[in-house]
């Protein structure tokens, strides 16, 4: 019997109802978490709980509105701009700001108009000599947020201030009526300056640096199901057209060979530390 041979197109189907579950998933694993630790009252639960949450808001504010930026998070063209406050602007982050730096990643990868090139100088890893403190210590101490902000943040578009602006004034006066705006210092602000960061600096290094093929595809399982399937990455940069849901199918059946895969976060280690060649 001769076997079915697939096309990029068979898997570029897009899906307005997967779009909302998804959202509803990662909205509701926040909400869950901050009820359970607010609950508890414990310290060391609070730890937890912002570790999750700030892995949340990765989930939604950079694995979904990637999603968005290749129109695949829904079916409907225009919700994937129109529909930014319930997976960018919660972040401090616009649509507007975010689509051409990513497509310049995408169209222009490892030349000067990838920021990424300009990243991995700043982060330290172009040195000859580097210490484990550019992977582990440095962003945990807070320049996560210091390369974050330099590379989102540095030449910012009036109207993505306006827009985060007012979607954060009627937020911030609500908690303010309710006595509660240490719930959304504790449980928001604190994980989305410090955690989420994180999750960033360490997206960038494990997607692409000190790879062969220039993108690395991670299938751990914890980690595609939690993001969204963010590790399929080199099917991503080659078919950006294929929603998250169908990257794994497309990942089997489409890519070659050649392309680094690492199959857990201490394979993912080992390929980054390796000698370059």
Not at 54 to 71: N, P, R
Not at 91 to 110: A, F, G, R, S
Not at 131 to 147: A, E, H, R, T
Not at 176 to 186: G, M, P
């Amino acid at each position: 019997m001769e076997s079915i041979k697939h096309t990029p197109q068979d898997f570029v189907e897009r899906s307005n109802t997967r779009g909302f579950l998804a959202l509803i998933r990662d909205w509701g694993i926040i909400f869950g978490v901050i009820s359970f630790s607010i609950w508890a009252e414990n310290f060391f639960i609070y730890i937890t709980s912002i570790i999750l949450i700030g892995c949340m808001q990765f989930a939604i504010s950079e694995s979904l509105m990637h999603e968005a930026t290749h129109g695949n998070l829904f079916k409907r063209e225009s919700w994937n701009r129109k529909l930014e406050f319930l997976f960018s602007l919660p972040c401090l982050m616009t649509m507007k700001e975010y689509v051409p730096d990513h497509l310049d990643h995408h169209n222009y990868m490892d030349t000067e108009k990838d920021h990424l090139v300009g990243a991995y100088e700043e982060y330290g890893l172009n040195k000859e000599k580097k210490n484990m403190s550019w992977l582990w210590v440095k962003p945990i101490m807070g320049f996560g947020l210091y390369f974050f902000a330099k590379f989102n943040w540095n030449v910012r578009d009036p109207q993505s201030i306006l827009k985060i602006t007012l979607f954060w004034i009627p937020i911030i006066a609500v908690f303010t009526y309710f006595d509660k705006l240490d719930i959304l210092l504790w449980y928001w602000a604190i994980p989305l300056f410090f955690i989420f960061p994180c999750f960033i600096y360490w997206s960038e290094i494990a997607d692409h640096y000190n790879t062969k093929s220039g993108s690395r595809t991670r299938t751990d399982t914890i980690l595609n199901f939690l993001h969204h399937n963010a590790g399929y990455h080199h099917v991503h940069h080659t078919y950006p057209t294929i929603p998250w849901y169908n990257l794994p199918q497309a990942h089997h059946v489409l890519c070659p060979k050649h392309v680094d895969i690492s199959t857990s976060i201490l394979d993912t280690f080992r390929q980054i530390l390796r000698k370059q060649t």
